[in-house]
């Protein structure tokens, strides 16, 4: 029943009634790690943490409920390892950490009726990983606020999956998607959505695009309305 820090190194739930006492848990610098045995929701119980909710799972199809606010995740959210981390957020109740993708789809899921934001202000796909953007709530777009970016990491093979009912929104003067090499990146929408520079003539979306392995570096099968489109590199 008491909290859980972790501070450093991987805690391993390999038992069902792993952390079953229902105290808190909190990141200083540590991993939780999932396994077949133990696929559970720890997501309300998160607080305090000052550095990235690290998660690796393994393998495993994880689905989080509580959406991670500013005190559940200051240093915002690290997935590590193979298969599905989905997280569930109201809104614009999310933290405002940056989010890391080493491996794997981590899936964030709006299920409110306002528009959300990304979380933090950059994001990084890492080592041929997917972030998918979804909504099953009755507000079907997101905003990319600021100067909001998207990175793709050296090795290439990353993947943004835009899989909203309505659109990704660009709202900074310049929202910026930028690839650092290897296999080629994808941009795209599952379900028609768009990226909307909301006519305003001063918004752009940049794509700063490396130089990598393949033909083609970045490819982007999702529609860019109603602004500017600058590709540098």
Known sequence: TGATTLSAGTLALGDANALAGGGTIAFTGGTLQYSASNTDDYSARITNSTSAVKIDTA???????????????????????????????????????????????????????????????????????????????????????????????????????VNLTGSLLGQGTFNTFTTLGGTTNYITANSGAFFNMQGIADRSAVFDVADGTGDTDLQVDLAVRSGGIIKNG
């Open 59 to 161: 393998g495993q199809n994880v689905i989080w409920a509580t959406a991670l606010n500013n005190t559940a995740a200051s240093g915002g959210l690290t997935k590590e390892g193979g298969g599905t981390l989905s997280v569930s957020y109201n809104g614009n109740t999310i933290y405002d950490g940056n989010t890391t993708v080493n491996g794997g789809t981590l899936r964030l899921v709006n299920v409110g009726t306002t528009v959300p934001g990304m979380p933090g202000t950059n994001t990084t796909l890492n080592n041929g990983s997917t972030l998918i953007l979804s909504n099953t709530g009755g507000e079907g777009r997101v905003s990319m606020s600021g100067n909001d970016a998207i990175t793709f990491g050296a090795s290439g093979g990353n993947s943004l999956i």
